[in-house]
C-alpha cells in the first residue's frame, strides 16, 4: 500500500499527453543519471565557458565542454553517465581549486556534442574525449567518470595508457554479467515509440541496450591498466550494484584499487556526497604526483638533504 505522501511524488502519466507520458516513464525507469540536481542556478552554469573540439579522424564527431580553472594547472576532466550532460558537474567547477584545470565533457550525443544520434562504442566515445587530455607542465589528466561514464574512462585508461595520470570511478559499471535489459528498452526501439521520446532518453537506452556487449569486450583487457585508480561507490545503489566495484578489483591485476564503499548511498553520490568525491579526487591527485618524474626526483632530492 502507498501511503499518501508517497503517492505525490509519483509522475501522474494519465494527465499527460502521450508523448509526455513516456518521456516521464522512460526517465524514471530508465535513467542512471539523476535530473539536473547542482546547488548551482542557471544564471551560475550559463556563465562557465563552452568550446568545442573535433574528435581526430573524425568528421561528424565533435565535443563540446564547459571549463573553469587555472590553464596551467593539472587538468581534471569529468565525464557524464547515461544519460547526463557537462551540466552536472557544475558545482565542481564552480569550486574549483587553485592550480587545477576542470573540464566537463558533453559525450557524444548528449548536450551540445555531435552526433544527434547515440554513439554506443566505448572506444569512439573515448576517442572523442582525448583531444582534452593534455599533459601541462609534465602533468598528466585525471579522469573522472559516473556511472557508464566510468566505463568510457576505463575505456581511454585502455586505449591510451600513456597520456592518463590516474582514474576517479564513481559508481562506476564495469561487470556486463550485471548489465539487464527490460522489456520497456526494448519497445523503445520500435519507431512508433522512439519518435515521441526525446533525443536524451532515445540515446540513452540506445547505449543501455549496447552496454553489456561493451563491457564484454573490455573484460579480457583489464589486466593491462597500471595507473592509480580510486574508486567510489554507494552499498544500496539500486541502479548500478556495488558487485560491479568487486568486479573491477578480481580483473584488475597490475593495480590496486582506493576503494570507499559510501555506507547508505544510492547512485548519485556525485551530488549527494560532493565532500567526499572532492577528498577522493585529492588524495588520487597526491598519488599521481609521486609517480611523475619531477616529483619522483624532487623527492629523492629532499631525502638526501
Known amino acids: 500500500m502507498i501511503k499518501n505522501h508517497e503517492k505525490s511524488s509519483l509522475p501522474r502519466?494519465?494527465?499527460?499527453?502521450?508523448?509526455h507520458a513516456l518521456k516521464v516513464l522512460f526517465s524514471c525507469l530508465l535513467g542512471r543519471n539523476a535530473p539536473l540536481i547542482t546547488a548551482a542556478n542557471e544564471e551560475q552554469i550559463a556563465g562557465l565557458k563552452r568550446n568545442f573540439r573535433r574528435a581526430p579522424s573524425s568528421k561528424t564527431d565533435v565535443i563540446s565542454y564547459l571549463q573553469m580553472g587555472s590553464r596551467d594547472g593539472r587538468r581534471v576532466v569529468f565525464?557524464?553517465?547515461?544519460p547526463g550532460n557537462a551540466k552536472g558537474w557544475a558545482d565542481y567547477l564552480l569550486k574549483t581549486p587553485a592550480g587545477r584545470h576542470y573540464i566537463a565533457v558533453d559525450r557524444l550525443g548528449y548536450g551540445a556534442s555531435k552526433p544527434e544520434h547515440a554513439v554506443v562504442s566505448l572506444k569512439r566515445q573515448a576517442q572523442a574525449i582525448v583531444p582534452l587530455l593534455e599533459a601541462i607542465n609534465g602533468q598528466k589528466a585525471i579522469l573522472v567518470g559516473h556511472s557508464s561514464g566510468a566505463s568510457v574512462a576505463l575505456q581511454i585508461a585502455?586505449?591510451?595508457?600513456?597520456?592518463?595520470?590516474?582514474?576517479?570511478?564513481?559508481?562506476?559499471?564495469?561487470?556486463?554479467?550485471?548489465?539487464?535489459v527490460n522489456w520497456f528498452q526494448t519497445i523503445g526501439t520500435l519507431k512508433p515509440v522512439s519518435r515521441l521520446l526525446s533525443r536524451v532518453i532515445n540515446n540513452a537506452n540506445r547505449e543501455l541496450l549496447g552496454l553489456k556487449h561493451e563491457l564484454q569486450a573490455q573484460a579480457d583487457r583489464l589486466h593491462q591498466i597500471n595507473i592509480p585508480i580510486c574508486a567510489v561507490h554507494g552499498d544500496m545503489d539500486p541502479l548500478v550494484p556495488l558487485a560491479n566495484l568487486?568486479?573491477?578489483q578480481r580483473k584488475l591485476k597490475r593495480v590496486s584499487i582506493d576503494k570507499l564503499e559510501l555506507k547508505h548511498a544510492?547512485?548519485?553520490?556525485?551530488?549527494?556526497?560532493?565532500?567526499?568525491?572532492?577528498?577522493?579526487?585529492?588524495?588520487?591527485?597526491?598519488?599521481?604526483?609521486?609517480?611523475?618524474?619531477?616529483?619522483?626526483?624532487?623527492?629523492?632530492?629532499?631525502?638526501?638533504?
Open 79 to 82: 565525464v557524464h553517465g547515461t
Open 266 to 305: 544510492d547512485h548519485f553520490i556525485v551530488w549527494h556526497s560532493k565532500p567526499t568525491v572532492d577528498a577522493s579526487l585529492t588524495r588520487l591527485i597526491d598519488q599521481v604526483r609521486l609517480t611523475e618524474p619531477g616529483q619522483r626526483k624532487a623527492t629523492s632530492s629532499h631525502r638526501q638533504n
Open 246 to 248: 568487486n568486479y573491477l
Open 158 to 180: 585502455l586505449d591510451y595508457p600513456e597520456i592518463i595520470g590516474g582514474l576517479l570511478l564513481l559508481a562506476g559499471a564495469f561487470d556486463p554479467d550485471l548489465e539487464e
Open 13 to 19: 502519466l494519465r494527465f499527460l499527453p502521450p508523448r
